[in-house]
């Protein structure tokens, strides 16, 4: 299995609302990532796992909460989002430490009324 | 501060070779990557090159001068389905984990 999951593919909540990001890897990598991209713009970094451990958290708002229950998932709880935060979250990851390669899902697309 | 350089937009006719530079400014430097992301889709992982000189992937090659703080990716035989952005990255210099993505050249095949 050479793929990176993500669930749901698109999710439109309100800004009172909880929800859920959910990622899934079976290639044994040992880190996972969450990124943020914009429309036109390149991925940004906002959270690292390394071993189920967090290892970067690149000052991301208190209302996204990474969690790694195990060393193939990866959730990103979402809490009173704002419209702002719109945007297509990518799940990704990568043998440890690699600067070479990372693997992406295919990402949810998040628009927050 | 790292940062990449790279072309906003290129178009080029199907059928044709197309070259994608990328300069870096970085303190500490962990090779280059490239990743092709289309519209809608996931970045994919493309090719990395370590040493200077070319990496060949079928119509794809990466070419790294690390004197020169550049590199580039090259696409020949070009096919509609190759209109995507490209994102050449760098390692950060403090984090192994971090990739520095430039902002993207978006590559527009034409018929």
């Known amino acids: 299995d050479t793929e990176v999951t993500q669930t749901p593919k698109h999710l439109v909540m309100g800004m009172t609302n909880k929800k859920s990001l959910k990622c899934e890897q079976h290639m044994g990598h040992r880190a996972m990532y969450w990124y943020k991209q914009k429309a036109k713009k390149p991925p940004e970094l906002m959270f690292v796992?390394?071993?189920?451990?967090?290892?970067i958290n690149e000052s991301v708002p208190s209302r996204f909460s990474p969690e790694c229950p195990n060393s193939s998932l990866l959730n990103l709880h979402l809490h009173a989002l704002q419209p702002e935060d719109s945007a297509l979250y990518l799940c990704?990851?990568?043998?440890?430490?690699?600067?070479?390669?990372?693997?992406f899902g295919p990402g949810t697309r998040l628009t927050v009324l | 501060g790292q940062s990449l350089e790279q072309p906003s937009e290129v178009t080029a006719v199907e059928g044709a070779i197309v070259q994608i530079n990328c300069t870096y400014q970085?303190?500490?430097?962990?090779?280059l990557s490239w990743y092709q992301q289309h519209d809608g889709g996931a970045p994919t992982f493309l090719s990395y090159n370590g040493l200077d000189g070319l990496e060949e992937t079928g119509r794809f090659s990466s070419f790294l001068s690390r004197s020169d703080s550049y590199g580039y990716l090259l696409l020949q035989e070009l096919q509609m389905k190759d209109s995507a952005s490209y994102f050449c990255?760098?390692?950060?210099?403090?984090?192994?984990?971090?990739?520095?993505f430039g902002s993207g050249t978006r590559l527009l095949v034409r018929p």
């Open positions: 970085t303190s500490g430097f962990y090779g």
């Open positions: 990704a990851s990568s043998q440890v430490a690699s600067g070479r390669s990372q693997f």
């Open positions: 990255a760098v390692r950060d210099q403090d984090s192994s984990y971090k990739l520095i």
């Open positions: 796992y390394s071993y189920e451990k967090l290892s």
